[in-house]
């Protein structure tokens, strides 16, 4: 996933249009926090650091990341992340890729389509019981009439089932969709005092198109988007939960697989840098060069100075 070079980034937008959607529209304490971190993602006031190369002298300035899961730049880190994480957890097993779609009276489309060669359950039955399960959790969280829940009840759910087609490695597929962000920048083209002109996909013919929005309209969209505090997007279950984890580990020894005991984790210039995104910068030029933290800056312009070793 190469994002490239971008000319126009919602900081930008926010920077901007960010006063007038809050006056206008009142957004929630944490839908400001979360447009405010955005507007300041690895520019100088979130703070950061300067590091030089040991060998050729060559100093690079990086600013700290916002880290928010609606982030544009930092959901292409947080996803590479994801990535990399679940392919560590993969077993030497066949893999079914299942997509369970609630009815459009639930406003939800849903597709239907028989499995492969091999199955795991029968969609149909599965069907079935996904419905039964969901409406159980449904009724019990949020009553509903009962003419509703018949209606529901009557309406056939259909389960999606497949194999992965390029095999369980294809995360990436699968990244694309739990760590998608409402905008990217790269769909952004244009933002002046008028507004913003952005491209987009109309689903009714499948073509790229382009809109342009008011700035505070655009951010209204936008903040639509932003998932409730609390709200989780991605659950790992069985045998793919923390809990389990030393099993798992356990269960991919038994298969033959090696699995390092410590995962190092990357931060974001590490994976900016294998997927060369945004503020990738010069690498050492020597093999073997390494870069020395020369100095931290930190909030408020106050410096402090890390000698290397
Ligand atoms: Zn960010």
Redesign the pocket.
Same mark, same amino acid.
């Given at each position: 996933m190469v994002c490239g070079n971008t000319s126009y980034e919602l900081a930008q937008v926010i920077g901007r249009f960010g006063d007038t959607f809050i006056e206008n529209y009142s957004p929630n304490a944490y839908v400001q926090r979360t447009l405010r971190?955005?507007q300041h $993602? @690895?520019i100088s006031s979130l703070g950061g650091h300067i590091d030089q190369c040991d060998v050729c002298g060559y100093i690079r300035i990086s600013y700290n990341? $916002? @880290?928010?899961r609606h $982030?544009?730049? $930092?959901?292409n880190t947080h996803r590479e992340a994801w990535i990399e994480n679940r392919k560590l957890d993969l077993l030497p097993v066949p893999y079914f890729h299942v997509v369970f779609t609630v009815p459009d009276k639930l406003n939800r489309l849903f597709i239907t389509s028989a499995s492969g060669t091999m199955f795991l359950f029968n969609v149909k039955n599965l069907s079935v019981v996904f419905r039964g399960k969901f409406m159980a959790g449904l009724v019990k969280q949020i009553p509903q009439e009962k003419t509703f829940i018949r209606e529901l009840y009557q309406t056939g759910w259909v389960v999606y089932a497949k194999e992965p087609y390029a095999g369980p490695e294809q995360m990436e597929y699968l990244g694309c969709y739990t760590h998608k962000v409402a905008i990217s920048n790269h769909r952004l083209l244009n933002t002046d005092e008028s507004g913003v002109r952005f491209r987009y996909r109309d689903y009714r013919d499948d073509r790229q198109k382009e809109m342009t929005l008011g700035g505070a309209e655009f951010l209204r969209q936008f903040c639509q988007h932003i998932l409730p505090k609390g709200f989780v997007r991605i659950r790992h279950y069985g045998l793919l939960s923390t809990a389990k984890r030393p099993e798992l580990r356990e269960l991919q020894q038994a298969f033959g697989l090696s699995v390092p005991k410590v995962i190092d984790k990357k931060n974001w210039k590490q994976i900016c840098g294998c997927i060369s995104i945004t503020t990738r910068t010069a690498a050492p030029a020597v093999g073997k060069a390494k870069w020395l933290q020369l100095e931290c800056i930190w909030l408020a312009g106050h410096h402090l100075t890390v000698y290397p070793q």
């Open positions: 971190a955005i $993602c @690895r990341s $916002c @880290r928010n $982030c544009p730049k $930092c959901q």
